[in-house]
């Protein structure tokens, strides 16, 4: 039985923990494993890690290589960015969040089989164990999500297996995320197969689509991957026959306002933002920070920003959060609750 802190009342589903790591802990950890930084500030440190003009995509890389290597292979850190994560939210007043990461770019060499290292398996427990004693001390529910990578196929089945392994311990379903530039169909079987695997097997789906690439991408995610949720899916709009059906079907979209300009993924006016367009048709999507440290946001920030240059109102938001409840990967009757328990504050 779950019960809801009666004092929150948020809904976050799109939220990367690596992208959430505070930076006085990164720079911490790597004082603690004598890892050399390019600044010798906290302060210092934040413009290496964080973005705050649109559109540098070069930016954002440069964070995560900064940062990744700080926590990767460091059970400690891995555990302790997990715990914080619970902390942020719970003082938002985030009542419930899912937050995604792939357990491979957490291990030091990216296949954790080597030495001492956590291997895969171990760094889903160490985030497991973090986020649960995160939820007891913040009262906050937290679940995760295992991100399998474009770029990595070989990866892919190995992800579902975990999410079925995991799933009494916090783990609700798998994501795909990374790149869809050069996109290939072919290259993409694997990813395919792991999906299709995840359906048969009961595990939930969301998958990164129509960001930056287009919508047959997130054709394929929600046609051939049976995809319950897609991340970001702004260019579904490029194909207006595919818009419509999945707006029948209730297709949950994961929008990211403030990242979907710094990735560039949407380069329009703000009167012109593919979200006014869901918002107008009534569609199913919700609101989320993405990588919020990376992007120096909150999901406080994104509805004060939807707010100013959007011109949404508090009734859409309370609906949008409503949809991200409704739209969430816990079981039927803890999601029931969730849904009930924020109906009751709106
Ligand atoms: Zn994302």
């Known amino acids: 039985m779950t019960e809801f802190d009666p004092s929150k009342m948020w809904v976050e589903l799109h939220l990367h923990l690596d992208g959430a790591v505070r930076t006085d802990t990164l720079f911490d950890v790597a004082k603690r494993r004598g890892l050399s930084l390019p600044a010798d500030t906290v302060d210092g440190l934040v413009p290496h890690v964080s973005m705050d003009k649109p ?48 357990p491979h770019l957490l291990t030091s060499n990216h296949t954790g089989e080597s030495g001492d290292d956590p291997t895969v398996a171990e760094v889903v427990e160490l985030v497991n164990a973090g986020l649960k004693r995160g939820s007891k001390d913040f009262n906050i529910q937290a679940r995760s999500l ?6 990595h196929p070989e ?54 689509a129509g960001e930056v690439g287009g919508p047959e991408i997130v054709e394929e995610a929600v046609t051939q991957m ?24 209730g ?40 990588d919020p440290r990376v992007f120096l946001t909150s999901l406080a920030r994104e509805r004060d920003f939807v707010k100013e240059n959007w011109g949404f109102d508090d009734a859409l938001i309370s609906t949008l959060n409503l949809n991200a409840a409704q739209a969430c990967f816990l079981p039927e009757a803890d999601k029931d609750r969730l849904v009930k328990h924020i109906q009751s504050l709106q």
Request: hydrophobic content about 35%; glycine content about 8%.
């Open 55 to 102: 559109g540098k995509i070069a930016a954002m890389f440069h964070a995560f290589q900064t940062l990744l290597p700080v926590i990767s292979g460091d059970r400690a850190a891995i555990r302790r960015i997990a715990y914080e994560l619970c902390e942020d939210e719970a003082q938002q007043g985030v009542v419930y969040f899912e937050t995604r990461y792939c």
């Open 146 to 151: 295992l991100c399998a990578i474009r770029e």
């Open 155 to 208: 990866w892919s089945h190995e992800m579902v297996e975990l999410c079925g392994k995991y799933s009494s311990d916090g783990v609700v379903g798998v994501d795909l995320a990374g790149g869809t530039v050069g996109y290939k169909e072919d290259a993409n079987l694997p990813h395919i197969k792991a999906f299709q695997e995840a359906e048969s097997l009961g595990v939930h789906r969301t998958i990164h």
């Open 226 to 249: 049976h995809a319950e949720r897609i991340g970001h899916g702004y260019h579904v709009l490029d194909d207006e026959d595919l818009y419509q059906r999945l707006k029948k079907d």
């Open 251 to 290: 297709i949950h979209f994961e929008v990211c306002p403030v990242s979907s300009y710094m990735t560039g993924a949407v380069q329009t006016e703000f009167s012109q933002h593919p979200a006014k367009r869901f918002a107008k048709d009534g569609a199913n999507f919700s609101l989320s920070s993405d």
